[in-house]
């Protein structure tokens, strides 16, 4: 069993649709939670960054953590095409000085 | 700010070549640096961690002795693929950690590598 599941998708969906993009773990010692967005051929971007349970919002995005149910989530509200990308979830136990685990990351298109 | 480079951004070299790919951050110092790989459709896999002016720590399975890192500045360091091979074509990615900060670490755009 990997330490980190995310569905790899592709997911396809209208502009302007709320986008649910989830991953779960297995490792209860995993506290800090990154999304990243990586557009082709190139490298990661950070984009939400939360510590332990609870929700994090910016601008159109929230992400969601559920340390008890080992569940993390990305909302992306009023998507765009240039939303269009692979979003890669990861965590670690001890924010950066522990090495990251990232889930496989999901296809993400938006169409006009 | 924190803007982390890789050069080059692809290269395609001959079977049995070395290659060397550089990851310089370019407006922080970075005590250390992480290299990892993506073959296409996958996710991002640790390779090693370097700290500067220290012997990089290789994951299980990598190795050492085929990927030569070099952590020998605050803002560069480099990784060598030696007697390159088709199977270690991939898209090779680093990352850098500002020096006093645990939390997090900026990509580099990534290089490309094809091995004929």
């Known amino acids: 069993q990997k330490e980190v599941e995310q569905d790899p998708g592709p997911l396809s969906v209208p502009e302007g649709a709320i986008v649910s993009l989830n991953c779960t773990y297995s490792?209860?010692?995993?506290?800090?939670f990154m999304w990243y967005r990586q557009y082709s051929r190139k490298g990661p971007e950070l984009l939400m960054y939360?510590?332990?349970?609870g929700n994090k919002e910016d601008g159109r995005f929230t992400a969601q953590v559920d340390k008890s149910s080992k569940y993390i989530s990305l909302f992306i509200r009023d998507s765009q095409p240039s939303d269009s990308a692979t979003y890669l979830c990861?965590?670690?136990?001890?924010?950066?000085?522990?090495?990251?685990?990232f889930g496989a990351g999901t296809r993400l298109a938006v169409h006009p | 700010g924190a803007v982390v480079s890789q050069h080059p951004s692809w290269v395609i070299c001959k079977s049995g070549t070395s290659v060397k790919i550089e990851c310089r951050s370019l407006d922080f110092q970075a005590t250390t640096m992480f290299w990892y790989r993506q073959f296409p459709k996958q996710s991002l896999m640790l390779m090693a961690t370097?700290?500067?002016?220290?012997?990089?720590?290789?994951e299980q399975g990598v190795e050492k002795d085929k990927f030569l890192i070099n952590h020998a500045s605050l803002t560069l360091s480099t990784l060598t693929v030696t007697s390159a091979h088709p199977e270690d074509s991939s898209f090779y990615i680093c990352s850098a950690r500002p020096a006093g900060a645990w939390d997090t670490q900026y990509f580099g755009p990534g290089t490309r590598l094809t091995v004929l």
């Open positions: 990861a965590m670690s136990s001890s924010g950066g000085y522990n090495k990251l685990i």
């Open positions: 490792n209860s010692a995993f506290q800090y």
């Open positions: 370097s700290n500067e002016g220290s012997k990089a720590t290789y």
């Open positions: 939360t510590y332990s349970s």
